[in-house]
């Protein structure tokens, strides 16, 4: 499933109706067969009109440039990782401490293993950090802070009257679990299974929990 379409100023028309959704859908999914093949160099904006399926003035009605592609190509990503997360975290919000951290390490492995080709193409060729995109452990704060707070128990409420505030925990906690996932999935040792790799990532974030 496709995540919904966020604004961006870069956009020059937001999709509204289905045939332009499907439009704007299909100019984004040209642009990453082109990059998966050829890479970022050789985008142009009539390479990817042509394999859309679109003419070049479909294209421009919502995108003024190739960076705007990008932008839209980023955000996309994004948002569908974002879903996935906030999805995790509040189905297992009443669920055990151990069972929340491992269902959203696995959930951001695999929303990145769908199509780990893309992911590596958007985090190495695509440039998009111009449009000002938030980290995701600022975009998801809060979603990880309320998932947090129903485990106060858990974590010790000593612990939580030393200074270890919600905000720090939820801070420290969306970057473990960004930075371990994405370690897991595309850097983790040879002899290391992803499977291992998970297991660790849930023990060391669980650790920092509970100390």
């Given at each position: 499933?496709k995540a919904?379409?966020s604004r961006?100023?870069?956009w ?27 890479g970022?160099s050789s985008i142009?904006?009539n390479?990817?009109?042509q ?11 919502y ?5 705007a ?5 980023h ?6 990782i974002?879903?996935v997360?906030?999805?995790s975290?509040?189905?297992?919000a ?6 929340l951290i491992g269902?959203?390490?696995e959930?951001?492995v ?5 199509d780990p ?9 695509v ?5 000002g ?6 975009r998801?704060?809060n979603?990880f802070?309320?998932?947090i707070?129903?485990?106060?128990q ?10 270890r505030?919600?905000d ?8 473990m679990?960004?930075?371990l996932?994405h370690?897991?999935?595309?850097r983790?040792p ?6 291992e790799?998970?297991?660790?990532a849930?023990?060391?974030i669980?650790?920092?929990?509970r100390t």
């Amino acid at each position: 499933m496709k995540a919904a379409v966020s604004r961006n100023p870069s956009w020059r028309r937001r999709p509204r109706q289905r045939r332009a959704r499907l439009t704007f859908e299909s100019i984004l999914d040209a642009a990453v067969r082109i990059l998966k093949c050829q890479g970022a160099s050789s985008i142009t904006t009539n390479r990817i009109a042509q394999v859309a399926g679109v003419s070049i003035g479909s294209l421009y009605q919502y995108f003024p440039d190739k960076s705007a592609i990008f932008v839209a190509l980023h955000g996309r990503h994004l948002d569908e990782i974002d879903r996935v997360i906030q999805s995790s975290l509040v189905e297992c919000a009443s669920s055990s401490l151990e069972v929340l951290i491992g269902a959203t390490v696995e959930s951001m492995v695999n929303a990145h293993q769908a199509d780990p080709e893309l992911y590596q193409v958007l985090a190495t060729e695509v440039p998009h950090r111009a449009d000002g995109t938030q980290p995701f452990a600022v975009r998801l704060h809060n979603a990880f802070k309320l998932a947090i707070a129903s485990h106060t128990q858990e974590l010790g409420r000593e612990a939580l009257r030393k200074g270890r505030n919600l905000d720090k925990v939820a801070f420290v906690v969306a970057h473990m679990v960004e930075s371990l996932s994405h370690g897991a999935l595309f850097r983790r040792p040879a002899a290391l299974s992803l499977q291992e790799a998970k297991a660790e990532a849930v023990r060391a974030i669980l650790l920092y929990l509970r100390t």
